[in-house]
């Protein structure tokens, strides 16, 4: 009887463990990403090892594009942090996943990621200011600035590239997570640089 014990032991961790889709908390487990421009429209996508489109601009324009990741099925992996009070304690700060991008010529273009909750805009009390910025909106009714709603939903990881010179350079994307990357564009993603006309 012995036996019998330990065989119905050994199959009790079996559990979760081995389940593909279960993430180690705070991991994102994603099989490819877009980028979109600020209506929406995929720019450069990649996903599972497939790419598709690219990204141009003229010299001294600033392209801002979003960044989202895909799960295994293609889907946009909805950002769990959205639904979180921004207020929130920051335990474990150097865990949370951010952005890296390497590789690029600055000489050509310069890659920056930008969070676009660095933008308050409920702290923004001038219209003047509220209209100027990017990720805000005045709404006269309230007298106050708001973040637009297209922000909202599309939260997340903001890339600004500035066209610095003709030519192209390229760019390898990783999102890190601590001190490793959950997710590493598989090619570097080509940037074209052109001539004012």
Same mark, same amino acid.
């Given at each position: 009887?012995? /036996?019998?014990?330990?065989?119905?032991?050994?199959?009790?961790?079996?559990?979760?463990?081995?389940?593909?889709?279960?993430?180690?908390?705070?991991?994102?487990?994603?099989?490819?990403?877009?980028?979109?421009?600020?209506?929406? +429209? &995929?720019?450069?996508?990649?996903? $599972?090892?497939?790419?598709?489109?690219?990204?141009?601009?003229?010299?001294?324009? &600033? /392209?801002?594009?979003?960044?989202?990741?895909?799960?295994?099925?293609?889907?946009?992996? $909805?950002?769990?942090?959205?639904?979180?009070?921004?207020?929130?304690?920051?335990?474990?700060?150097?865990?949370?996943?951010?952005?890296? =991008?390497?590789?690029?010529?600055?000489?050509?273009?310069?890659?920056?990621?930008?969070?676009?909750?660095?933008?308050?805009?409920?702290?923004?009390?001038?219209? !003047?200011?509220? $209209?100027?910025?990017?990720?805000?909106?005045?709404? !006269?009714?309230?007298? !106050?600035? $708001?973040?637009? %709603?297209?922000?909202?939903?599309?939260?997340?990881? =903001?890339?600004?590239?500035?066209?610095?010179?003709?030519?192209?350079?390229?760019?390898?994307?990783?999102?890190?997570?601590?001190?490793? %990357?959950?997710?590493?564009?598989?090619? +570097?993603?080509?940037?074209? &640089? +052109?001539?004012?006309?």
């Amino acid at each position: 009887s012995n /036996l019998f014990i330990i065989l119905f032991l050994g199959l009790i961790p079996c559990g979760c463990e081995n389940d593909p889709t279960s993430t180690p908390e705070g991991h994102t487990d994603a099989d490819g990403f877009i980028l979109e421009d600020k209506d929406g +429209n &995929v720019i450069y996508k990649e996903f $599972e090892g497939a790419t598709e489109g690219s990204i141009s601009l003229v010299q001294g324009a &600033v /392209l801002e594009l979003s960044v989202h990741f895909l799960d295994h099925e293609g889907n946009e992996i $909805e950002d769990e942090d959205d639904d979180h009070d921004h207020d929130h304690d920051h335990e474990g700060e150097g865990e949370e996943s951010e952005l890296r =991008i390497t590789e690029f010529d600055d000489s050509i273009a310069t890659i920056e990621v930008k969070d676009h909750d660095e933008e308050h805009c409920d702290e923004i009390t001038v219209q !003047a200011d509220c $209209e100027a910025s990017d990720h805000c909106e005045w709404h !006269a009714d309230d007298n !106050a600035c $708001e973040a637009e %709603a297209h922000d909202e939903e599309h939260g997340g990881l =903001i890339l600004h590239i500035t066209g610095i010179s003709v030519g192209s350079t390229d760019f390898k994307l990783e999102l890190m997570h601590g001190d490793h %990357a959950d997710y590493t564009s598989s090619k +570097n993603i080509p940037v074209t &640089v +052109n001539a004012q006309n």
